[in-house]
């Protein structure tokens, strides 16, 4: 898979041709870019974009409607959300899929983090150890069991990943520490953020 500002392009045959998966006339409405793409790693059928902006409501305001699933390889697609969930109403920047878990996503938005976990009906803010702060980028140490995020402003911050199976219950410390502060020890992991 692949995409350009707006469109969302797929590929069977290693590159050769790409056909638009682009979710269409759901997006009538949203403005903004194609922020990041994420990729179900057991089932290559399961996809989610986010997009940087919001679906506009006739002439009611803005909708949240900037994730969409699709469990068909882009040939359908619906909101990732739920009419009263807890996501607030701002740019999505990427979504990130926690390999091992029942559908664990994280996203990063200019409000912080959030998570959801595929059963669950709402997004959770995941802000505990993380700054309250515009994010740039998001991604998963799984040497180390922790989410990193890069922010506009702020630096790099670390945050343990919650326990799965442990329902909405996260074990987050309170004190938050900078990632570039913090004492950082030779891994076997390579690098995740650049």
């Known amino acids: 898979m692949g995409y350009t500002l707006f469109n969302l392009y797929k590929s069977t045959d290693g590159g050769v041709t790409w056909?638009?998966?682009?979710?269409g006339s759901q997006l009538l409405g949203v403005h903004?870019?194609?922020s990041s793409i994420v990729v179900d790693p057991k089932n290559d059928?399961?996809?989610?974009?986010?997009?940087?902006?919001?679906?506009?409501?006739?002439?009611?305001?803005?909708?949240?409607?900037?994730?969409?699933?699709?469990?068909?390889?882009?040939?359908?697609?619906?909101?990732?959300?739920v009419s009263a969930d807890n996501l607030p109403l701002s740019p999505?920047?990427?979504?990130?899929?926690?390999?091992?878990?029942?559908?664990?996503?994280?996203?990063?938005?200019?409000?912080g983090v959030y998570?959801?976990?595929?059963?669950?009906?709402n997004w959770i803010c995941?802000?505990?150890?993380?700054?309250?702060?515009?994010?740039?980028?998001?991604d998963i140490d799984y040497c180390n069991g922790k989410i990193a995020v890069s922010t506009y402003g702020r630096g790099i911050w670390?945050?343990?990943?919650?326990?799965?199976?442990?329902?909405?219950?996260?074990?987050?410390?309170?004190?938050?520490?900078?990632l570039l502060q913090s004492k950082l020890t030779p891994q076997s992991c390579p690098s995740f953020l650049i």
């Open 19 to 23: 056909s638009d998966i682009s979710p």
């Open 32 to 34: 903004g870019k194609i």
């Open 45 to 81: 059928s399961r996809v989610w974009i986010t997009y940087e902006g919001f679906k506009k409501n006739g002439t009611s305001g803005l909708l949240n409607e900037n994730i969409f699933y699709s469990s068909n390889g882009g040939t359908t697609w619906s909101a990732y959300f």
């Open 92 to 111: 999505t920047s990427k979504v990130v899929y926690q390999e091992g878990t029942n559908d664990r996503l994280f996203i990063s938005t200019d409000e």
């Open 115 to 121: 998570m959801k976990d595929g059963p669950s009906v």
């Open 126 to 138: 995941y802000n505990k150890n993380l700054p309250h702060v515009v994010l740039t980028d998001l």
């Open 158 to 178: 670390e945050s343990p990943l919650p326990d799965y199976g442990s329902g909405t219950s996260m074990d987050i410390p309170t004190k938050q520490t900078p």
